[in-house]
T-cell receptor, first 112, second 115 residues
Framework: GENVEQHPSTLSVQEGDSAVIKCTYS??????FPWYKQELGKGPQLIID?????GEKKDQRIAVTLNKTAKHFSLHITETQPEDSAVYFC???????????FGKGTHLIIQP | ETGVTQSPTHLIKTRGQQVTLRCSSQ?????VSWYQQALGQGPQFIFQ???????GRGNFPPRFSGLQFPNYSSELNVNALELDDSALYLC??????????????FGSGTRLTVV
């Protein structure tokens, strides 16, 4: 089955700086790659997603890039703010009924 | 538009007991998935229900079972609870017409503790 690796496990950046989280996946048939933000005591919230027919997608301060050949995708957050502090998860999916395979998460800490 | 609601929020059970967790899907969504999230880990896919039938399953034993009702709400049942079943159980809904690929909306979860 699919395996998703996520790095780093913890990332501390100064407020205003950029943060980058990277994920690799194992199954070349995966075609949907969402990113979730999870705050303490809450469920994961979708922040951005990308499909395998697109190389990059941007939504305000958040962007995701996908390299199908290398089987990796990355989350980029620019101009970080204190409210960006949370755990971020990447995931991959082949088809909806197979569910999402998640990475182990990145704890993003924004230092004031 | 209402989101995904789960009940109860917290639950303590004894090893060997059975538990039922409940989920109401987001308005307009007809597919429900369940995930188990151990402390410090990413969620793991348990199964998915569409049109009241299980149409996908992860690597979980048969003592994990579910139901989906005509109003698209769902239950997760776990029999013969083990200590390792202690986790946050998340319900996610989606619109199968998009094969779940327009995003899953997650609830806040049920924290199950097995003692």
């Amino acid at each position: 089955g699919e395996n998703v690796e996520q790095h780093p496990s913890t990332l501390s950046v100064q407020e205003g700086d950029s943060a980058v989280i990277k994920c690799t996946y194992s199954d070349s048939a995966s075609n949907y790659f969402p990113w979730y933000k999870q705050e303490l005591g809450k469920g994961p919230q979708l922040i951005i997603d990308i499909r395998s027919n697109v190389g990059e997608k941007k939504d305000q301060r958040i962007a995701v890039t996908l390299n199908k050949t290398a089987k990796h995708f990355s989350l980029h957050i620019t101009e970080t703010q204190p409210e960006d502090s949370a755990v971020y998860f990447c995931a991959a999916s082949i088809r909806g009924a197979d569910g999402l395979t998640f990475g182990k998460g990145t704890h993003l800490i924004i230092q004031p | 538009e209402t989101g995904v609601t789960q009940s109860p929020t917290h639950l303590i059970k004894t090893r060997g007991q059975q538990v039922t967790l409940r989920c109401s899907s987001q308005s307009g969504h007809n597919t429900v998935s369940w995930y188990q999230q151990a402390l410090g880990q990413g969620p793991q896919f348990i199964f998915q229900y569409y049109r009241e039938e299980e149409n996908g399953r992860g690597n979980f034993p048969p003592r994990f079972s579910g139901l989906q009702f005509p109003n698209y709400s769902s239950e997760l049942n776990v029999n013969a609870l083990e200590l390792d079943d202690s986790a946050l159980y998340l319900c996610a809904s989606s619109l199968e017409a998009n094969r779940g690929r327009n995003g899953y909306t997650f609830g806040s979860g049920t924290r199950l503790t097995v003692v």
